[in-house]
C-alpha cells in the first residue's frame, strides 16, 4: 500500500511537470491502453484485501487528476483531436512575416535629403505632370530654345501644353512663385524623358534639385554646400571639382564631378579613365529666371543645382546597369 501511494504521488509530480510534449503524447504514455495508469490500476491485485477499498479510492483520484491534466494540455494546444473549422490551431507554424527592405533609390533619396536638411533645407514637393511654362519657359526656355533639345520630352497628347516634367527644376519654380523668401529647399522626385532604355539611360529616373535664394548668395555658398554634401555622402577623402557648362537657367553653370569612387582617380571603365565623375549641375539662378517667377533679381540672388539619385546610388553602391533599378527584384548587400 505505501509502495503503491509513493508510487502515485511520484507519478502526479511527473504528470504536473508534463511539458516535453503535445496531448497525444500525454495521452498515450499515461491513459493509452498501455499507459501508466492502466499499469498502475494493475497493481491492485497485490493491495492486501483489507486496503483495497482505500487504494481503490487513492487510484481513482489519480486517474481523474490524469484526465483532467489531458483535457487542459488538449484545450490549450487543440492538439488532442484534429482541428475543427473556424478553430485557431495554435499547433500550425506561424504566417512568415512579409520581409521587404527599401530600394536603394529611396535609401540614397532619404540620405541626401537628411544631409540638406542639416543645412537648413526643407523639402519641396510638385507634380510629375506639368505645364510648358513650369518646366521650360520660367526657367529661360522659351518657346523654339534650342536647349529645349537637351531633354526629349513626353508630351501629353490631350494638352499640348502638359508633358510629363523633365526635371524637378519645375519645383522650384513652383516655389519661386510662391514669393516667400528667402527659400532654401531641396526637390525630390521623379522625372521623365523619351530616352531609349540601355545600361546608362532610361525613360524615367528620379532627381534632387537644390534652390537657395536670398540677399548676397554667391558662388562661394554653392560651392560650400555641395563640398559639405558630397563629403557626408562620400566621405572626407573624397575630391570635387567644378567645370565650366551650360545651363539656360544659371548664370554662370558648371558641372560637378567627384573623385571616382571605383578606382579611387587611377581611371577605369566607369569614369571613362579620366579618374573624374560628373555627378551634377548647378549655377547661380539666372535673373530671368528670378524675374518670370516674380523675384525682384536686383535684391536677390541664389544657386541653384540639380542631380541624378540613380548616378549617386550607381556610385555609391557599384551598380553598373541603371535598368536593375526598375526590375522587380532588387538586393544591396
Ligand atoms: N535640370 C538639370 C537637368 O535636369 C539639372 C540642373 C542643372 C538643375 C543646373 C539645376 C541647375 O538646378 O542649376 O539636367
Redesign the pocket.
Known sequence: MEQLLQKIQDLKAEIAAFSDGDAETFRIKFLGSKGLVKTIMGEMKNVAAENKKEAGQFLNEFKLFTEAKYEELKSSTNNGQQSTAGEIDLSLPADALPLGSRHPISLVKNKIISIFQRLGFAVAEGPEIEDDFHNFTA?NLPENHPARD??DTFYISQNPDWLLR????SV?VREMQKGQLPIRIICPGR?YRNETISARAHCFFH?V???YIAENVSFADLKQTLYFFVQEMFGRDIKLRFRP?Y?P??EP???MDISCLICGGSGCSVCKKTGWVEI????M?HPNVLNNCGIDSNKYTG??????IERITMLKYQIKDLRLFSEKTMTVF
Open positions: 526657367l537637351m531633354q523633365t526635371h524637378t527644376s522650384q522625372v532627381q534639385e537644390g534652390l557648362s545651363f537657367f544659371t553653370s558648371a558641372e551634377l549641375g548647378c549655377g539662378v544657386f541653384a543645382f540639380g542631380m541624378g
